[in-house]
């Protein structure tokens, strides 16, 4: 009985100095975890977006241990993938990670990260992946859940609609800090400076401003112009179009009602121009004093303008809100 009361006593006396294999196994851990972050903070301290191949990627980003989230933007910037949405998103992606490295609230918190497909192809087939770019968050507690894959498709690669995003996922606020881009003020002084040299030039008679053609000309331009989405786009930044990294396949509609690509905005403009330009065609031939051969001509070129392009429209349409049953002479 003294031998085994010994040994209780012992075994305590051991657990209270050293803590046993448990506090050996947490400490272990913990020396892990920092040297994890250490290096995380050192990346971050040259380049704000660490870039991480397959091995990188396993021991930063999937092994635990693990207090600290990392966004990573899985991409193919390689010229020979002709990805020009990559390096779209790579440049906004750019200045939301510079936006945070540079603020006065960074902390080892969250970090940014990319993997590019000809650095870490093994990632891709290890996530399934299939497509660049695309954005997740890895937590630092857990599996990334289906909010932390990034609606890329939906909200555009805006650096601002990322970071939106980013405090939605980890609470933390990152304010996007854009460099300074004189080209908008540039334009618009101008153009102020060609519409004021005008008006000079033609100080003496100003009856040009009072052409109701102009003026329609200019506000039919206009509602081409927001019709066609192109408000959305300024707002939302979306992709020019999308291309897939291993088929090729270029995408220049949105194949969702809730999103758009900048080159869709570009083609329903074209088709609402040329539905435009059959109406007016229409218009004139019904009431121009023209002889009835240039009439028949224009209201035949008309009809067959509407026809065209209103046929486009409804099949883009189509492609968009799959199910919708009516169509006109294409699908």
Not at 224 to 240: C, D, E, F, K, V
Request: charged share 15%; glycine share 8%; proline share 5%.
């Amino acid at each position: 009985m003294a031998a085994l009361r010994v040994a209780v006593l012992g075994s305590l006396a051991l657990l209270l100095a050293g803590g046993g294999p448990w506090a050996a196994g947490q400490k272990r851990k913990e020396m892990v975890l920092s040297e994890k972050v250490n290096q995380l903070m050192e990346w971050a301290s040259k380049r704000p977006v660490i870039r991480m191949n397959g091995e990188k990627f396993r021991r930063l980003v999937k092994a635990p241990p693990r207090n600290y989230s990392v966004i990573v933007m899985f991409t193919a910037l390689q010229p020979h993938r002709q990805c020009v949405v990559c390096k779209q998103a790579d440049e906004e992606y750019q200045i939301l990670a510079n936006s945070w490295r540079y603020s006065s609230a960074f902390t080892n918190k969250i970090f940014f990260a990319m993997v590019d497909f000809d650095e870490g192809s093994d990632v891709f087939q290890m996530l399934n992946m299939n497509s660049a770019p695309t954005f997740i968050n890895f937590p630092a507690k857990g599996k990334p859940k289906r909010g932390d894959t990034y609606e890329l498709q939906v909200r555009g690669f805006a650096a601002e609609q990322l970071a939106r995003w980013v405090a939605d996922r980890t609470d933390v606020n990152i304010r996007v800090m854009r460099p300074p881009n004189y080209a908008g003020p540039l334009m618009l002084g101008l153009l102020l400076a060609v519409i004021g040299g005008l008006v000079y030039l033609r100080r003496t008679n100003l009856d040009f401003l009072y052409n109701k053609t102009g003026w329609a000309f200019a506000a039919l331009c206009f509602v081409l112009a927001m019709t066609s989405g192109q408000m959305w786009n300024h707002i939302r930044g979306p992709p020019y179009a999308h291309k897939n990294p291993h088929t090729g396949q270029v995408n220049y509609i949105h194949g969702s009602s809730q999103a758009q690509f900048v080159a869709e905005t570009h083609i329903v403009l074209l088709f609402n121009g040329g539905v435009t330009l059959g109406m007016v065609l229409l218009h004139e031939a019904a009431t121009s004093d023209m002889d009835v051969g240039k009439r028949k001509i224009m209201c035949v070129a008309g009809i067959g303008l509407v026809v065209l392009f209103f046929s486009w429209l409804l099949s883009v349409f189509r492609s968009k809100y799959h199910g919708y049953p009516y169509s006109f002479l294409m699908s």
